[in-house]
């Protein structure tokens, strides 16, 4: 197609700048007039907002979000899955990072999901079932997060999701399309709680009562975190994967016992004057999103703005590039080298953003070769939207970002006592070695599946914390975050507009632009550029908090029910754009 513009204007010499010299973290931060969270649904919120009033931490407001949302978000979130924990300590200007990601049973081999005629099962195949299920680590994440940065007794971060599951709360349209969509592989259980008798979502606005749950979240306050990884809890989680009757598990008591979460060493770098910090491997969303931004550095992305295609032609092109080196290189560091230093590294950042042109699109990308690469070959990952963000902050400045998952929609579609259960282990690369050399993210027994999740905090030229984001939305959770970063820090714009932006997404050779936004009109100019577009709808989702003028504002998704709540319980206003999970025009 033709350009919209003059190919002269549309195709301008990108200027070049250097980057600033980047502020620390400060020891102190000067207090927020009030705390902020910002989650996917406003009863989660108003759970860790409750925790403020209380005298809480922004680590408390975050557990309890967490909690809240297993209750009303069951399809993506809650204590059967993982995640991963970014957490800012204003007294001290350290970070906490911590790894909940699932791990795969001691039993678990390379060929863990092949079928007995020694064919490797589809992704589809494999996630319905026990054998999809990694040992759940997101009580022992928060558990940990607690005991190093909580204010209130660990029992009080339970009320809110208790009262939920006891006397109930509605349905929204979002839980009933997500039933009505993703739903058909729920175990007995799960139909009686969401399906009507004929098999259908319950309707919008259907009061929903869960008092399985309600009863093991009594437990889990009253006994604490080991009670459910050891015990006749854990007993049960492990029967029931084992004998689940598609795809059954080799999980053991020991599995679950000997569960821990682990603090990881923070994955951080410079952009323009800012400093960003998140989660490292087996996240791969640290590194993702620093080598996209640092990428990109060397382009004067201001000036250009948010309406130029040449803009969003040099993002596009910088996530190629990161997304090839992330899908060869990022696994679980316990397991594999992963060389987080040589991908980030100044000189390899700047061979891979040479590749990079404002006239023309790649013709081809490949994983580059960073220092201390060892030989492997590359494997796109299959990942699917099922996950859920929260941004946490209090009045004495400190900050937390967490992304919690249970991977696809309602998980391994098996569930225990009123609790879903993840199938974090088609994250894992399913056939473990091609054309002779082993895949980094091959399942292993023990090991901890790569994850996209990207839950990030942002330090101005100030040292002070900027910006506490995260997204869902399976591998788009990467391009998300960077997208909003950018448009923070280049385009000037609110957390919440930056969130609500379109994406432009470009894992591989295609580029998807998001369906009813902005993103639309560029198509034709995007593939001047030699861009192959498609245009699509987008299951995304973020959340959000800022700091502006010594204040913290929220922002959430527009394209979702999230919203921002103030510790007065004020709500922070958002315009509505669209339904499940796609933003139409506008």
Not at 28 to 46: E, H, L, N
Not at 85 to 101: E, F, N, P, Q, S
Not at 113 to 128: K, M, R, T
Request: glycine share 10%; hydrophobic share 40%; net charge positive.
């Amino acid at each position: 197609m033709k350009c919209f513009l003059s190919c002269a204007a549309l195709l301008l010499a990108v200027p070049v700048v250097a980057s600033a010299q980047v502020a620390r973290p400060a020891p102190a931060a000067k207090q927020a007039a009030q705390g902020m969270v910002s989650a996917s649904d406003p009863r989660a919120a108003a759970a860790g907002v409750e925790m403020l009033r209380a005298g809480g931490s922004a680590t408390d407001a975050a557990i309890a979000t967490l909690l809240a949302l297993n209750v009303v978000e069951p399809q993506n979130s809650g204590i059967g899955g993982g995640g991963f924990w970014v957490g800012h300590d204003a007294r001290t200007g350290k970070l906490l990072t911590i790894d909940g990601r699932e791990t795969a049973p001691a039993a678990a081999d390379p060929r863990w999901f092949y079928a007995p005629d020694g064919n490797p099962l589809s992704h589809s195949a494999a996630v319905p079932g026990g054998r999809s299920v990694g040992v759940p680590g997101n009580l022992r994440e928060w558990a940990m997060a607690h005991a190093r940065a909580g204010k209130l007794p660990w029992a009080k971060l339970f009320e809110p999701a208790i009262r939920l599951a006891r006397d109930g709360f509605r349905i929204t349209q979002r839980l009933n399309a997500g039933i009505d969509r993703f739903g058909s592989h729920i175990d007995a259980w799960a139909r009686t709680k969401y399906l009507t008798p004929d098999g259908k979502a319950l309707p919008v606005g259907t009061l929903l009562k869960n008092p399985e749950q309600a009863a093991l979240f009594e437990r889990l306050a009253r006994l604490g975190p080991d009670s459910f990884y050891v015990g006749p809890d854990a007993q049960k989680l492990v029967t029931t994967v084992n004998t689940a009757a598609r795809n059954p598990s080799k999980m053991t008591a020991g599995d679950l016992a000997s569960y821990d979460a682990k603090e990881r060493a923070p994955v951080c770098g410079s952009y323009r004057a800012y400093r960003i910090c998140g989660m490292g491997p087996p996240s791969s969303g640290g590194v993702a999103v620093l080598m996209i931004l640092k990428q990109l550095e060397r382009f004067d992305m201001a000036k250009l703005g948010k309406d130029s295609p040449v803009a969003w032609h040099l993002i596009a092109e910088s996530q190629r590039l990161a997304y090839a080196d992330r899908d060869m290189y990022l696994a679980d560091p316990d397991h594999v080298t992963v060389p987080v230093k040589g991908l980030l590294d100044r000189t390899y950042i700047a061979a891979r953003s040479a590749l990079i042109s404002p006239d023309r699109t790649m013709a081809s990308v490949a994983p580059g070769t960073p220092a201390g690469a060892p030989a492997r070959i590359r494997v796109q990952q299959s990942e699917v939207p099922g996950t859920t963000h929260v941004s946490a902050t209090d009045a004495r400045g400190n900050a937390v970002s967490v992304t919690s998952t249970v991977e696809g929609y309602f998980g391994s579609g098996l569930s225990v006592n009123g609790t879903m259960l993840n199938n974090e282990l088609t994250d894992f690369d399913i056939v473990p070695e091609k054309n002779g050399h082993l895949v980094a993210n091959r399942v292993e027994g023990g090991k901890r599946p790569r994850s996209s999740m990207s839950p990030t905090i942002v330090y101005g030229p100030d040292g002070r914390v900027r910006l506490v984001i995260g997204a869902a939305g399976g591998s788009t959770i990467i391009a998300q975050v960077a997208k909003a970063v950018i448009a923070v820090i280049d385009w000037r714009m609110t957390a919440q507009d930056a969130i609500g932006l379109g994406l432009i997404y470009a894992p591989g050779r295609i580029a998807t632009l998001e369906q009813g936004t902005q993103l639309d009109a560029m198509a034709p100019a995007l593939e001047a550029l030699g861009e192959p577009v498609k245009i699509a709808p987008m299951g995304l989702k973020a959340n959000a908090v800022e700091r502006v003028g010594g204040r913290w504002v929220g922002g959430a998704d527009p394209r979702s029910e999230g919203v921002a709540m103030r510790q007065d319980g004020t709500v922070v206003e958002i315009k509505r754009v669209g339904g499940f999970g796609t933003r139409p025009p506008e």
